[in-house]
């Protein structure tokens, strides 16, 4: 089963469900989709077993073959092109790699070249695979690195546990295309809520299952929880705001290995994420 | 020559627009014939690359220079390709910049920064 963990915003606690989860099952594959910020690592420490560089094509003009008809400066929704003085100019870092201006070429003007983007390592910690995508800075789009790094899913671990770039955009769209269940971390304030509706927003727009993990809870009253029974969302689990979870988190340890409390939560956790993902995948194949 | 400014409104008294790439306008002014027009800048609701965007229409357009708070690498990339001259603006008054324009009072455009790609900077 394929469970992919979203956030709207940074910092909700993807990361600290994610290795968490994997952590507590006996045996899961855990891959690291926040290519520009991948930290799962940083816990798992993982023993690197192997790495790949990643590569995308970029385009590139001839200009004694181009007849400066602009075709191809029109298309791109990038704005990666420009024409200057007779000659198509490529903006390396803007350019998404989608080939567009390649096919409406009426010249053929343009051939590829490799441009280096970023890696994909591949370790162990203990029960855990780990799989991390990292983007090098500047890069304009980390999804060929998703892409990679999900079409490699070593077969094997049952619970394979996908960490998600924050957001709703491309990234994160590559990152859930594929998952059998969608967990989303929210916040208990009214930005939470805000951030929680654009991935409930995603997954709705996706048809995935989904439930929601309510993070860093505190007495009173739980804005995020409200809009959940508002929306009949399934709230699958509730971690406290618990100053010894933090202080475990920040010192890059994972908690389920270190508290036999901390262990249980998240057990109890992946209990009803395995529960709700199987069943949903029965009722919506 | 022809000199472009991005501002904020179509009107001689509006202010010069802190983007060159995300600017609603361009003020486009002649210094042989003295005269002034106003020119949309189609990249303002580009989702990346304005800069790329706004310095093509700035060179489709045969302008000479630019005076601008700032400008971003990739539209700067554009420009000085196509032999458009960067100047910096002195203040926010498009009068005092075209004034000192004609004294040759202003200062060329030297720190060009890395781009804002969406991020503020406006």
Do not use: W
Not at chain 1, 48 to 66: G, H, M, R, T
Not at chain 1, 89 to 117: M, R, T, W, Y
Not at chain 1, 212 to 238: R, S, T, Y
């Amino acid at each position: 089963m394929k469970v992919a963990v979203l956030s709207g915003k940074g910092g909700t606690g993807k990361t600290l469900v994610s290795v968490n989860l994997a952590s507590v099952a006996k045996e899961s594959l855990y891959i690291d989709c926040d290519v520009e910020e991948p930290n799962g690592h940083l816990f798992f420490k993982p023993k690197n077993y192997a790495s790949e560089s990643i590569e995308v094509k970029i385009p590139f003009s001839d200009e004694k073959l181009c007849s400066g008809c602009r075709k191809c400066v029109e298309f791109c929704k990038f704005n990666a092109l420009a024409f200057i003085i007779n000659k198509v100019i490529v903006f390396d870092n803007v350019c998404h790699s989608c080939g567009g201006c390649i096919l409406l070429c009426p010249e053929q003007a343009f051939a590829e070249k490799d441009k280096l983007i970023g890696k994909v390592q591949y370790g162990v910690s203990e029960n855990v695979t780990v799989m991390t995508g990292v983007l090098n800075p500047g890069e304009s789009s980390g999804v060929p690195i998703i892409k990679k790094l999900l079409q490699d899913i070593v077969s094997g671990p049952e619970l394979i546990i996908i960490d998600c770039p924050p957001g709703s955009a491309c990234i994160v769209m590559e990152s859930i295309k594929d998952a059998d269940y969608c967990i989303l971390v929210a916040e208990p304030t009214l930005f939470g809520v805000h951030n929680l509706n654009l991935v409930y927003e995603l997954v709705k727009l996706f048809k995935k299952p989904h439930g929601v993990i309510l993070n860093k809870c505190v007495e009173g009253e739980n804005p995020a929880e409200k809009f959940c029974l508002e929306k009949d969302i399934k709230v699958i689990g509730k971690i406290p705001f618990d100053g010894g979870l933090g202080t475990l988190n920040s010192n890059a340890l994972i908690s389920v290995r270190e508290n036999k409390k901390y262990h249980d939560l998240f057990a109890s956790i992946l209990q009803v994420v395995t529960k709700e993902g199987s069943y949903e995948t029965v009722t919506n194949p | 020559m022809k000199v472009a400014i991005p501002v904020d409104d179509k009107s001689m008294s509006t202010n010069v627009s802190q983007s060159f790439g995300r600017t609603p306008y361009y003020l486009i002014y002649d210094t042989d014939s003295k005269k002034s027009v106003f020119l949309d800048n189609s990249a303002i609701a580009s989702q990346g690359g304005a800069g790329i965007k706004a310095a093509q229409t700035i060179v489709d357009s045969n302008i000479n220079a630019i005076i601008t708070p700032q400008c971003g690498e990739n539209a700067a990339e554009v420009l000085k390709t196509a032999n458009i001259k960067l100047y910096k603006t002195i203040n926010f008054s498009v009068q005092d910049n075209i004034c000192a324009l004609n004294d040759g009072k202003l200062p060329i455009l030297e720190d060009i920064h890395p781009g804002f790609h969406g991020h503020g900077g406006n």
